[in-house]
């Protein structure tokens, strides 16, 4: 079993950028689609985006299509979350996870290993 970290969250003013990263060890980049979800204080976490195996298929939930960019790059089992024009209702803990799907899910019910997150504050 392999394990994810995150990394890259941080403060940051309205209308600035993050990159977001999240390195796979073990065989857990061995599985095909990958997504990052968010959940700030007292909600749900709810999906953010997700890469397919190839990285050739991507989808976006509404609220961040258009300033949130998802990539991976296999050869350092790493997928990055490049977020702009940053506002304060990003404001969340930031987790990546992987599916066995080929094709990512916009579900959090379709991945099975999460990484332990890493908090992204944007002020206002």
């Known amino acids: 079993q392999g394990e994810l970290v995150e990394s890259g969250g941080g403060l940051v003013q309205a209308g600035g950028s993050l990159r977001l990263s999240c390195a796979a060890s073990?065989?857990?980049?061995?599985?095909?689609?990958m997504g990052w979800f968010r959940q700030a204080p007292g909600r749900e976490r709810v999906f953010v985006a997700t890469?397919?195996?190839?990285?050739?298929?991507?989808v976006y939930s509404g609220s961040v299509k258009g300033r949130f960019t998802i990539s991976r790059d296999n050869a350092r089992n790493t997928v990055y979350l490049q977020m702009i024009n940053l506002l304060p209702e990003d404001t969340a803990v930031y987790y990546c996870?992987?599916?066995?799907?080929?094709?990512?899910?916009?579900?959090?019910?379709?991945?099975?290993?999460w990484g332990q997150g890493t908090q992204v504050t944007v002020s206002s």
């Open positions: 073990g065989r857990t980049f061995s599985r095909p689609a």
């Open positions: 890469i397919s195996s190839s990285g050739g298929s991507t």
């Open positions: 996870a992987t599916t066995k799907r080929v094709v990512g899910s916009i579900w959090a019910n379709d991945y099975d290993t």
